[in-house]
């Protein structure tokens, strides 16, 4: 059985998925997990299936309380880079709900791999915190403009992206990554499509080095139509 998921961090999808294949008592071997490299969800994802298309009967293994701390878990997880960490986290699930005394199993190998890849996305959002440096450039008769060049290991710039928005309100930034950049305008952040390794601006680049590469990622999307793969979300 296919399950489908909007984007690489579609945490709501993934619930929304694995309460239903609990629903119809589905395995974890049995489930396929794929996810959409969309830009914008919203475009690419599947339309909802009507309420009465939804399992009626829902036994009770799928409406067993789930800890609040393996909640916490797949907050942290769904953002890894590892392809298998929805597989991973719906199996953890399953077994948590047929296997009552795995929540209290502190060397299961499931739930250890959960735990270090809940590590490895924390010390990359703390690192992007840290070593983020910005170059000022100036885009027009605007204020001027921070820019900057990150390469996360995970799917981290939208859970980070509000921490710089705080950190610096009043000021226009832009992170470039390769995956996904992110822009605040000082009153909404605006994502759009990552920019190439290898099209990054060095370090010690000159300001047009940084403002070309700033205009290639987000210079098209600003002027383009609502349909295009370019959101905003406000802080």
Known sequence: MEARLASDTDLAGFREEARVLLSQQVPPESVQWHTDHAQNSELFAD???????RPQGVPKAASAIVPASF?????????HHDPERFALLYRLLWRL?????LRHDPVDPDMLHAHQMGQSVR???????????FQTVQDGPTPALQVAWFEP??????????????????????????ERSVEWDGRQLHFAPGLPRAEAPPADAHEGHWLE?????????????PSAPYCSTPS
């Not at 709900?97 to 005394?101: D, I, Q, S």
């Not at 290991?153 to 990554?177: C, G, N």
């Open 47 to 53: 339309p909802p299936q009507a309420a009465d298309s």
């Open 71 to 79: 909640l916490r878990l797949c907050e942290t997880v769904v953002l």
């Open 97 to 101: 709900v047929h296997e009552p005394g």
């Open 123 to 133: 010390r990359d959002v703390h690192k992007m915190k840290a070593f983020v440096r």
């Open 153 to 178: 290991a995970h799917h981290i710039v939208e859970f980070a992206a509000p921490w710089f928005a705080k950190r610096s309100p009043d000021s226009r930034w832009a992170i470039l990554t390769p």
């Open 213 to 225: 590469a700033y205009r290639r990622v987000f210079g098209a999307h600003a002027k383009a139509s």
